[in-house]
């Protein structure tokens, strides 16, 4: 998901309480719920799993294990230096080691728990396998869950400075996100099955949610070399069907020469669960669209996340 909304996840996480436990447990939470997205700056190193994003620094081992010890380590470090320039801390906590290494362990967990739930997917066992996991439940970008937390989170702030109770509010709301994420992630598993009825043959389905339509999906599948889409409504009926299935164009010798002399291109196909490729052949050049069925925008052969490449054709007067 978005930053913001895993900034809003650390901040809803102190504000209910957690903040409390220790100096510095905020920036623990904060800091922890982004983290993982440390990996965008690493996409030019020559080790697969950490070159990709939402890859090693997403997992089990590197997101949930190791870098929740080296961010407890470094605000440790950091509060050290500072209580040794004599610095005085407006919150006035003390410093709890234990609980600032499980408020840093807690904010980073939840950074690949909320991505896990959008069609972008996560490679949770990582470095170990690539293979990607996604719940569907929730679009990358949900304006409610921005409205439902940053609100009550404004509110629970406002009562904070007022001496009133300031964490029951956003416990509230964290219940009742967690409701709103069971209740998309049963629609997106009965789209799928609807998807499955219909097209037995059907791999890698998907149901993307909409930004603001939260019961709606986008529905994309694999069905042998062909993409398939269609829009589901729970409560106007049922899956319909969006366009044919479109040939996933990989086999294309164009597209195959192009893979091999673009290593960005076979990068990209390391995230592509769905990869589609279009060729535009003119006298002497074709351009080679390849993005991911995932994405495609209704009513049209391309993806909103593509890569195209111009190619020279061999010929007479080329």
Known sequence: MDNLTHTLAGLALGQAGLKIKTRKGLAALMLGANMPDIDVFFGWVGWPPLAMHRGFTHGLVGGVLIMPLMLAGLLLLLDRWQVGRGTTFKSGLAMHPGWLIALSYLGAISHPLLDLQTTYAVQLLSPFSNAWYHMDSLFIIDVWVWSAFGLTIAWSRWREKHDREWRQPVQAVIAAFL???????????????????????????????????????????????????????????????????????????????????????????GWSILPIATVERSKCKATVSIGDGRYLQGGSRRSRLERQIVTKLPGPGC
Not at 189 to 194: C, G, I, L, N, V
Not at 212 to 226: D, H, I, K, L, N
Not at 243 to 269: C, K, S, W, Y
């Open 179 to 269: 409701v709103y994420v069971s209740f998309n992630a049963g629609l997106s598993q009965t789209a799928r099955e609807a998807v499955a009825r219909r097209s037995p043959s059907a791999t890698a389905i998907f149901a993307s949610p909409p930004p603001v339509f939260f019961w709606q999906r986008s529905m994309s599948w694999r069905a042998g070399r062909s993409i398939g889409r269609a829009e589901f409504r729970p409560f106007g009926g049922g899956l319909m069907p969006d366009e044919q299935l479109q040939p996933d164009g990989m086999d294309d010798p164009i597209v195959r020469q192009t893979l091999a002399q673009r290593p960005a291109l076979r990068r990209f196909l």
